[in-house]
């Protein structure tokens, strides 16, 4: 039931807290499926959390996503999906963030962007505008969402703990911590942001053309939430050919959302960097590089910023 990936990854990211909730993962499938009335399916293979297609008492189906209750993934998604409420992003059906649990709309087709990359690059950036368009609301009263912006203290962070002995050039982590604050202090609105949307996070759907899912949840600049589609999608594989679809989909963005293409490539600068900048954080004394092809992509849009 538990793959050696889910496990393995649990454990780095949450350590004891990991171990602990590997250990009652079947007690909470088997108590969450008599509590919600759920018949359970079998999981999907992903690496952070326990997600299985369900059917409810009712026949409908929908999807159980578990994790640590004790980290803050769920905690923001739970959040964000209720603010999106069905907006472009898959609905929240319930939540018991004490079990860490979520009970998601199931998103038939259910194949995702990154299908359709090389070989499509252009439809799928269209929809992924598609999707930010209909995310990329007033945030509601009292909305609970952090503000993208404070993100910049990863930056800092990273200066201070590597200065220049870090794997990353530090100059490029400077420059994105400080256009960020620019960003930030240009931007004429704050809507509600997905956080991480890109190609593996945009399912073709029945409902809505595509929707959107697992969402970090935040409020800030429109802008943001085009930046890791400039790397995205499988950062890891650093394919030349890869890089080279980058110019044409910043036109394509600045062009389908009416940002200015100056914000798509600062911000497409900005996440890029801090993709890595949070590898680097994660990574153990002597573990692997975390550069990867959103390095490659910052450097290619360096040039390119007023």
Aim: one cysteine or more; hydrophobic letters at 40%; glycine letters at 10%.
């Amino acid at each position: 039931m538990i793959s050696d990936a889910l496990a393995r990854n649990v454990r780095a990211n949450w350590g004891a807290d990991g171990d602990r909730w590997l250990a009652r993962l079947p007690t909470i499938l088997r108590d969450l499926a008599r509590d919600w009335d759920l018949t359970v399916g079998p999981p999907y293979e992903l690496s952070y959390h326990y997600v299985a297609a369900v059917t409810r008492g009712d026949g409908s189906p929908a999807v159980l996503k578990l994790g640590v209750p004790t980290g803050p993934s769920l905690a923001e998604e739970a959040p964000a999906l209720a603010a999106f409420d069905g907006r472009g992003a898959v609905r929240l059906l319930r939540a018991d963030l004490g079990r860490g649990a979520l009970l998601l709309e199931r998103v038939t087709p259910g194949w995702r962007a990154r299908d359709l990359v090389p070989r499509r690059d252009a439809d799928a950036t269209s929809a992924a505008v598609g999707v930010l368009r209909r995310l990329h609301r007033t945030p509601p009263p009292g909305c609970p969402l952090p503000d993208a912006a404070d993100q910049v203290r990863a930056f800092d962070a990273y200066a201070a703990r590597y200065g220049d002995a870090g794997p990353l050039p530090l100059d490029l982590v400077v420059r994105a911590g400080g256009l960020m604050r620019e960003l930030r202090a240009s931007a004429d609105r704050r809507v509600l942001l997905h956080g991480d949307l890109h190609h593996d996070n945009i399912l073709r759907a029945t409902r809505e053309p595509w929707l959107a899912i697992d969402p970090h949840g935040l409020v800030g600049d429109p802008g943001y939430d085009t930046g890791a589609l400039l790397f995205n999608p499988d950062p890891d594989n650093r394919d030349e050919a890869l890089t080279r679809l980058v110019p044409a989909r910043v036109e394509q963005l600045a062009d389908q959302t009416g940002l200015p293409p100056d914000r798509v490539l600062g911000w497409g600068f900005v996440k890029a960097v801090l993709s890595d900048v949070w590898t680097a954080e994660d990574r153990s004394p002597g573990g692997s590089s975390p550069v990867s092809r959103a390095l490659d992509v910052a450097r290619l849009l360096l040039p390119r910023l007023p």
